[in-house]
């Protein structure tokens, strides 16, 4: 008898111990769940008043199946700024106290993005746990520590990199990117630049020091800045020539270039002194001569083209506005006109500091920050100006973070990877998609011709330095999806699968080093084309066999392959491209572009950019590369 009450007790006991313990799952389920933590700045000061929400991770992922909506006041292009527009009263939250602690309870299972907004303007929203989202069992009994980025004061002004780069000598790598690289004045590298990464940066430059005739043949009104077909020799019927630019070196060793007329001899030839080079190191370089008190690029020299390239925009040489030169209809030499001026048309995203005064006389004066290793002076004030992207364009004007003392330091600077993923993603975005702005061209400047201040919202962006949001149609292959026309990798990159899911919000730094401290081309973290596909496999850790990995996507066998071959195919073209692709059966091929799509995804033959185009006017697409060497091209 006493052995079956104790039997009956233990019976119960378990009873009660499975019913207590099925209460608490279906009480964590209802809401038990607690998250404590503490927001500060990086120098560890406490941030008051600042609101926590908890922004649930399914529905980032719910709106990542919509539609992207790129316009003013989008409901879906900021990922969580715009969940938590539509749901913040719905969202659990707590608030900061004065030493910066915070709670939140009665929060259900599931997993949440934690966005912290704070008070007052000194500190930016998001923080340095906003871009991952983490589950409420992981944070369950923990502190979380939540960092936010500071501020650059509005009466904040620049300083230049040589300035940064004395507190932050680490970042000196950053003198070797061609964010740094892209204007050069001809012979004088500034002491804020490094070409020794790049040994053929200078190709195309040192054949027009050696003296080269360019010959400007076949006028084409119907297309954009390449008009002309460009040789070095007289085309096959001299009367489609319009004029020639030879390049040479005068007594100084100053590179000139003297314009000549073909159609009309008695027309006075005109001589113009080139200043700059205009990128360079990678795929393509241009030419800033002078023109009155204005700089104009002219003439693209494609570091892969080849004069047995049918396609007029893969040979060596490409126009680029020699009807800034000619009057086709008058048959006359003619200036370029001011209002193409590089300063006016291009400058903001290249400049540190950008800035744009009209003057009385109707023209303009185009500035950057003073910095006495900058490259030239285009202010005459006699100090030289910061010509290329330095530390401020993304960490925002450094002077109060400069004189601030050490604890305040970090609240007067903008630190990119502690802000929300829109955010930080923007800073780069705004130069790297096709908007317009103020000025009626592709610069996203404000009214007052200035580019935005890092840390500022997409929608802020979008509302005060755009016009037309991004880029038109013509810049789209048929599909309206992937991108035709380079500098257009954020235009791709927040329509992709990486910028809006429940998981991981990816911003441009996560593959990027903005700094070059690896050294591997296109500033990446890591390498794409090695063994182990490192920088792909860093967050896919569990695709590690590639060769399986395709082979059961395509279903047969195949060669060593990499993830980007697939995924990050290069659809947009801003040199001659890689080459030529497949070619069918009747000689035609297919082309290789040179600047990769950022929407991840692997087009397929069916596309409307592929199938039925002719190959010359095709996207690229994987198949159409490398993928298709082993099958039939002219099904397309």
């Not at 099925?22 to 998250?35: D, P, R």
Request: glycine share 10%; proline share 5%.
């Amino acid at each position: 008898m006493k052995s079956r009450i104790i039997v009956v007790l233990c019976s119960c006991f378990c009873l009660l111990g499975f019913l207590a313990v099925g209460a608490q799952a279906e009480s964590k389920k209802a809401g038990a769940y607690a998250l404590k933590g503490v927001v500060q700045d990086g120098a560890g000061q406490a941030i008051e008043k600042a609101a926590v929400y908890l922004i649930p991770a399914a529905d980032v992922e719910a709106m990542g199946k919509t539609p992207l909506e790129v316009k003013k006041n989008s409901p879906n292009d900021e990922p969580l700024e715009d969940n938590l527009a539509a749901n913040m009263d719905n969202y659990k939250n707590g608030t900061t106290d004065r030493k910066g602690s915070f709670s939140v309870t009665g929060i259900p299972d599931g997993k949440y993005f934690i966005y912290a907004i704070p008070a007052g303007n000194r500190y930016l929203p998001g923080g340095d746990k906003a871009n991952k989202s983490i589950s409420a069992k992981e944070f369950q009994g923990k502190t979380i520590k939540i960092q936010l980025s500071g501020s650059a004061p509005d009466n904040a002004v620049y300083v230049g990199s040589s300035k940064c780069l004395t507190c932050h000598p680490t970042y000196e790598s950053l003198k070797k990117t061609l964010h740094k690289l892209g204007i050069s004045v001809i012979g004088k590298a500034s002491k804020l630049q490094d070409h020794s990464r790049f040994p053929k940066f200078n190709e195309g430059l040192n054949k027009l020091m050696a003296g080269t005739k360019l010959y400007f043949s076949g006028f084409d009104k119907s297309r954009g800045f390449d008009k002309y077909l460009i040789s070095e020799k007289m085309p096959a019927d001299p009367a489609t020539a319009s004029f020639t630019a030879t390049f040479f070196k005068d007594k100084d060793g100053k590179l000139q270039f003297k314009t000549e007329n073909l159609k009309n001899p008695s027309d006075p030839a005109r001589v113009y002194t080139v200043e700059m080079t205009y990128g360079g190191g990678l795929y393509k370089q241009r030419y800033l001569f002078r023109s009155g008190p204005y700089l104009f690029p002219f003439v693209q020299f494609n570091e892969l083209g080849d004069d047995s390239f049918a396609d007029r925009t893969r040979k060596p040489w490409r126009d680029y506005h020699g009807d800034w030169l000619f009057n086709e209809a008058a048959k006359k030499l003619i200036d370029p006109p001011k209002t193409k001026a590089f300063e006016i048309d291009c400058a903001s995203c290249h400049y540190t500091g950008y800035s744009l005064t009209p003057t009385v006389a109707g023209g303009f004066v185009a500035n950057a920050v003073d910095d006495v290793n900058g490259e030239a002076d285009i202010d005459g004030n006699g100090t030289p100006n910061e010509l290329n992207i330095g530390c401020e364009v993304c960490h925002g004007p450094g002077s109060a973070h400069v004189s601030a003392p050490k604890i305040k330091k970090s609240a007067t600077i903008v630190s990119p990877r502690k802000l929300s993923p829109a955010r930080a993603s923007v800073i780069c975005e705004q130069c790297h998609t096709r908007p317009q702005g103020n000025l009626k061209n592709d610069q996203p400047v404000s009214r007052d011709n200035r580019m935005l201040t890092p840390g500022i919202s997409r929608n802020e962006y979008l509302a005060n330095f755009t016009t037309r949001e991004d880029a038109a149609q013509k810049d789209f292959w048929p599909d309206g999806l992937h991108s035709k026309s380079h500098h257009q990798q954020g235009t791709d990159f927040i329509k992709s699968k990486k910028y809006r899911n429940g998981n991981h919000i990816m911003i441009c730094t996560d593959c990027h080093d903005p700094h070059g401290k690896t050294g591997v081309k296109h500033q990446l973290r890591a390498e794409v084309r090695d063994a182990k596909n490192s920088l792909c496999t860093g967050c896919h850790a569990k695709t590690t066999n590639i060769k399986a990995h395709t082979e059961a996507k395509v279903g047969m066998a195949h060669e060593e392959i990499h993830c980007v071959d697939c995924h990050s195919i290069k659809t947009m073209q801003t040199g001659a491209g890689l080459g030529k692709g497949l070619v069918r059966k009747d000689g035609k091929n297919y082309w290789m572009n040179d600047v990769t799509s950022h929407i991840f995804d692997v087009p397929r033959k069916g596309n409307k950019g592929v199938k039925g185009v002719d190959p010359g006017k095709a996207m690229p697409i994987p198949y159409t590369n490398a993928c298709g060497a082993c099958h039939d091209a002219d099904s397309l």
